[in-house]
């Protein structure tokens, strides 16, 4: 069975400090990889997606990047933190019916504060 | 483009009472439309999910949805809430435009009282 990993579980960083998030997937090949952020009482907001190895795209300007550097491994990084980066941060992994993304599969997210 | 509308981002109900979460969507294609669940501090789950099979769809935990394109609605429903019911509902569709993207609603918070 296909298993997905995020870590850390949660983070406390200062602002100006660089990030580094890893998000795993287990059981399954050439996945679509998702990062999203959910603000406090907020929705999901889309940050990146990737369909394969090195093939990321952005959905919204801001210091976050992410990476793809294996076929089921997908990390979001930032050189520098904002306060407003602070939220809970959901990795998630599909396959894909044709040209749609069927059923997304989350991670367990990680809760990053930043002070 | 695709896109969704949740009615609501609050809904209280008590329990044992039918539980109504509204989703309307837009959608220039034929939709894949799902609903997922999310628990405090949690990723989120998938409750159910249409892909133009059975315009009813049941789902785990008692939960159905029905798809009705007249009404481009996919309102999720639960005849009798229980108080692990309560989390966060989210709606949502998938694209084929711009990408292998999902588009979710902003989300209906249920709350359910004893």
């Known amino acids: 069975s296909q298993t997905i990993h995020q870590w850390p579980a949660t983070l406390v960083q200062p602002v100006g400090s660089p990030l580094s998030l890893e998000c795993t997937v287990e059981?399954?090949?050439?996945?679509?990889l998702y990062w999203y952020r959910q603000a406090a009482g907020r929705g999901l907001q889309l940050l990146f997606y990737?369909?394969?190895?090195?093939?990321i795209s952005s959905e919204v300007p801001q210091n976050l990047s992410a990476s793809r550097p294996q076929d089921r491994q997908f990390i979001l990084s930032s050189k520098k933190l904002l306060l407003s980066d602070s939220g809970f941060y959901l990795c998630?992994?599909?396959?894909?019916?044709?040209?749609?993304?069927?059923?997304?599969?989350f991670g367990p997210g990680t809760r990053l504060t930043v002070l | 483009a695709q896109s969704v509308t949740q009615l609501g981002s609050h809904v209280s109900v008590s329990e044992g009472a039918l539980v109504l979460l509204r989703c309307n969507y837009s959608?220039?294609?034929?939709?894949?439309l799902f609903w997922y669940v999310q628990y405090p501090n949690q990723g989120l789950q998938l409750l159910l999910k249409?892909?133009?099979?059975?315009?009813l769809v049941k789902g785990i935990n008692g939960f159905e949805a029905e798809f009705k394109k007249s009404e481009t609605s996919f309102h999720l429903t639960k005849p009798s809430a229980h108080m692990s019911d309560a989390a966060e509902y989210f709606c949502?569709?998938?694209?084929?435009?711009?990408?292998?993207?999902?588009?979710f609603g902003a989300g209906t918070r249920l709350f359910v009282k004893a």
């Open positions: 059981g399954t090949s050439n996945p679509n």
């Open positions: 949502a569709v998938s694209t084929n435009t711009g990408g292998f993207k999902t588009i």
């Open positions: 959608s220039s294609v034929p939709p894949y």
């Open positions: 998630a992994w599909s396959t894909s019916a044709g040209l749609r993304t069927d059923t997304q599969y």
């Open positions: 990737s369909v394969g190895i090195g093939q």
């Open positions: 249409y892909t133009s099979a059975a315009t």
